[in-house]
């Protein structure tokens, strides 16, 4: 069965502007989560939905924002993007809760 | 909240040795514990989990041992192997807070041919 998949896989955006990606999950998962991967700060949570609804929310600035549409695909939004935003974002699915994480292979953002 | 941090940022090892990988937790009520290998360019892959209820785990060529006494964990992996070069993760959660994860600041594993 595929796997998560991301797209874009790279994106180049300049501050100011907003940026979307997306997240197909594995067939069957309900479980949307979203991390935000750094050099610095390593691997941080951003937000995890289960049947579009908004489950768990990590600390970040509201300049992030995500929804789970009915298929259980998931969209990430930044708006205003500042150039500490530059990070791979990672999104992994889930079938519920406790259960383990399969990530995708993540779209790498670079703001100019 | 949860801090989860790794007690190495790079670990050399020589082909054919094990490998040890450390990680400390801060929350004791966290009662899940997973292990992700992250190799270059691709997302963290699942390498194997535990639970509290449990000190030590054992999959293929990996064993993850769980000290909840003094909140640390450890990876092991047996005779470690080229493909086993990569960045690795502790990652913990409590029980409850849905399927959000703390993750360690990794640890980056060079095997020596």
């Known amino acids: 069965k595929a796997g998560v998949t991301q797209t874009p896989r790279y994106l180049i955006k300049t501050r100011g502007q907003q940026v979307t990606l997306s997240c197909s999950p594995i067939s069957g998962h309900r479980s949307v989560s979203w991390y935000q991967q750094t050099p610095g700060q390593g691997l941080q949570f951003l937000f995890e939905y289960f049947s579009e609804t908004q489950r768990n929310k990590g600390n970040f600035p509201g300049r992030f924002s995500g929804r789970q549409f009915s298929n259980s695909r998931s969209e990430m939004n930044v708006s205003t993007l500042e150039l500490g935003d530059s990070a791979l974002y990672l999104c992994?699915?889930?079938?519920?809760?406790?259960?383990?994480?399969?990530f995708g292979s993540g779209t790498q953002l670079s703001v100019l | 909240g949860e801090s989860v941090g790794l007690h190495l940022p790079t670990l050399s090892v020589q082909e054919g040795d094990n490998s040890i990988i450390n990680c400390a937790y801060s929350n004791s009520a966290s009662d899940y514990f997973i292990w992700y290998k992250q190799e270059s360019g691709k997302g963290p892959q699942f390498i194997i989990d535990i639970r509290s209820n449990m000190d030590k785990r054992q999959g293929q060529r990996v064993t993850v041992l769980l000290n909840k006494t003094v909140k640390h964990l450890s990876l092991q992996i047996a005779a470690t192997q080229p493909g086993d070069s990569a960045v690795y993760f502790c990652a913990a959660w409590e029980n409850n807070a849905g399927n959000m994860l703390t993750f360690g600041g990794g640890t980056r594993l060079m095997v020596k041919p």
């Open positions: 992994a699915s889930a079938q519920g809760s406790l259960e383990k994480l399969f």
